[in-house]
Each structure stands twice: as C-alpha cells, then as structure tokens.
C-alpha cells in the first residue's frame, strides 16, 4: 500500500486494507475465471494444448444501457441546437431584410431631400445671378463715368524693363 499524503494514519491504514481487500477480490475472481474455464476443457476430450484460449463473459448489459442514454442525451442537445440554430437563422434572415428595406427607404428620403435641395438651390441661383449681374453693371457704369481713374505707378524695376525694351526696339 502506497503512502497518501492527504490521509491521517488511521484512515491511511483502513484504506491499504480495503485495498489489499479489493486486489485479493481481484485476484480471487481471476483464478475462479481460469478454474471455471479449465473445468470446461477438462469434459472436453477434443483439445490440445495450444489452443487453450481463455474466454471471459463480462455483463455489459449497464455499460450499453448508459452508453445508450448518453447517445440519446447527446442527440436530444444536438436537436435542441439545431433547432436554435434555424431559430437564430431566421431571425438573422429577417433581420437582414428589415435593415435592407430600412436603408432603401432612407436612401429614397435623402434621395428626396436631395432634389428638393437642388430644385430649391436652382430657384434661387437666377434671382442671385440678375441680382450680381445688376451690381456689376451699376459698376461698370460708374467706372465709364468716372475720369479719375487712378494708376499705379510703376516700380523702378518695372521703369528699367520698359526703357532697355523702348532701347531694344529702336
């Protein structure tokens, strides 16, 4: 028997005894197993010594039963999932639809918006272009009336550049 180190002493000691217990169990069913199958083959006069096979019937009529039970627990998640699934799907499908109605009516409202802006814009650009078009005609016609009308004096560069073009030309 190993030492546990999470074991006091005293439940250290019924535990190796429990153990050797379970182990000399073990070992009693083996040899009641191999005597069982010796038995068999002792009425029976047709055997040789190679083939001395050891069969064991072993009860797995539980381990099939829970096997079964986990298989159709499994399937029963697996459906609940599936179903969910499509559920979710659905509303994804829906949702997708409804944001792609919604964007196409909004984008038809700003659409509106839009020419109506235009259409207004376009009202109001001739009114804005007779209204400048008066101003500069208003200025134009005080520029004809108006004699003093007043030059910049050139600059001493521009001075040299004018008389070296009059001294090239002549």
């Given at each position: 028997c190993a030492p546990k180190d999470s074991l006091p002493i005293s439940q250290l000691k019924l535990f190796c005894k429990m153990e050797n217990k379970l182990y000399y169990k073990i070992l009693f069913g083996l040899f009641f197993a191999l005597f069982q199958t010796y038995s068999v083959e002792g009425a029976d006069s047709d055997h040789s010594a190679d083939d001395g096979s050891l069969t064991i019937f072993v009860?797995?009529?539980?381990?099939?039963?829970?096997?079964?039970t986990l298989a159709k627990s499994i399937e029963r998640k697996q459906s609940l999932i599936d179903d969910a699934l499509k559920r979710m799907s659905?509303?994804?499908?829906?949702?997708?639809?409804?944001?792609?109605?919604?964007?196409?009516?909004t984008e038809e409202r700003w659409a509106q918006r839009l020419t109506e802006g235009i259409k207004t814009a376009e009202g109001r650009m001739p009114a804005e272009f007779?209204?400048?078009?008066?101003?500069?005609?208003?200025?134009?016609?005080?520029?004809?009336k108006s004699r003093d009308i007043a030059t910049p004096q050139k600059r001493p560069a521009e001075l040299a550049c004018d008389k070296i073009t009059n001294d090239l030309r002549s």
């Open positions: 009860d797995a009529g539980k381990d099939i039963e829970s096997f079964l659905a509303k994804i499908g829906a949702l997708e639809e409804r944001m792609a109605t919604e964007a196409k009516a007779q209204r400048l078009n008066q101003k500069v005609v208003g200025l134009s016609n005080q520029l004809a």
